[in-house]
């Protein structure tokens, strides 16, 4: 099917590069108009720019409000609505042991990984009230589900995203917002050497090894699968952890 987002418009964070831009440039490619939202303000732009006329860019902090209501206003102000909120920026520690783990590093953890979806549903929810409906899809990890050692704290930021999903599908239901969190394995973003600890040949090898579809996840595989779960052909799905991580959960 094409056009499946066609009249919809999405705020989608991270977006300037690995899952991020994967997700905006398919949603575009669906018709959907899209607010390209990243740290790296450069980035964005490059984002947006290669999508076209459907596209905004804007340089945001998601962990502060301030940057987050002028995130959401852009979808607003740019295309006169806001249908779908992405919240893919996220941030890690190194592969470490969890003692080694700074307070500043586990601050930002908690910040990108859980304040940033507080403020950011504060920011949509009377929107998407007032239009009648919504979705929110916020991407935790497989590591919120099956934990392995090195990322205790990290582990437990994707943890949180998924409980805060689920309990957000049960409350903001009534008000037809749907609530879901994609989980995908370790992927080929910028990302995976702290994942890893260090991105060698032996390392993804012995990653690969664990994944019985044995590949690392892609930014595309990652699109599609937010593309459905924001559709209305998923209408009746709220509350779900979707793994997408080649069995890596099995």
Not at 102 to 125: G, H, K, Q
């Amino acid at each position: 099917m094409a056009d499946r987002l066609t009249g919809k418009v999405a705020v989608i964070t991270g977006a300037g590069s690995g899952f991020g831009e994967g997700i905006a440039k398919r949603f575009a490619e669906e018709g959907a108009r899209v607010v390209v939202a990243d740290l790296n303000g450069e980035a964005a732009a490059r984002v947006a720019g290669e999508i076209g006329a459907s596209a905004v860019a804007v340089t945001a902090d998601v962990t502060l409000r301030a940057d987050v209501e002028r995130m959401i206003k852009a979808a607003s102000r740019g295309f006169g609505r806001l249908d779908i909120l992405i919240n893919n920026a996220g941030y890690s520690h190194r592969n470490k042991s969890l003692l080694e783990v700074s307070e500043e590093e586990f601050d930002r953890i908690l910040a990108v990984n859980a304040r940033a979806i507080y403020l950011s549903t504060l920011a949509v929810v009377p929107i998407m009230e007032a239009q009648g409906g919504g979705v929110i899809l916020t991407t935790a990890s497989t590591a919120g589900l099956r934990p392995r050692p090195g990322l205790t704290w990290y582990n437990a930021s994707k943890g949180w995203a998924i409980t805060a999903s689920k309990s957000m599908a049960a409350e903001l239901a009534p008000k037809n917002i749907r609530v879901n969190a994609l989980c995908p394995v370790a992927g080929e973003t910028g990302m995976l050497h702290l994942f890893m600890g260090e991105d060698t040949p032996e390392k993804r090898a012995q990653f690969k090894a664990s994944i019985p579809l044995g590949r690392l996840s892609k930014p595309m595989d990652m699109a599609n699968a937010a593309l459905w779960l924001a559709s209305d052909e998923a209408e009746f799905i709220t509350g779900v952890a979707l793994e997408v991580d080649g069995g890596r959960c099995i």
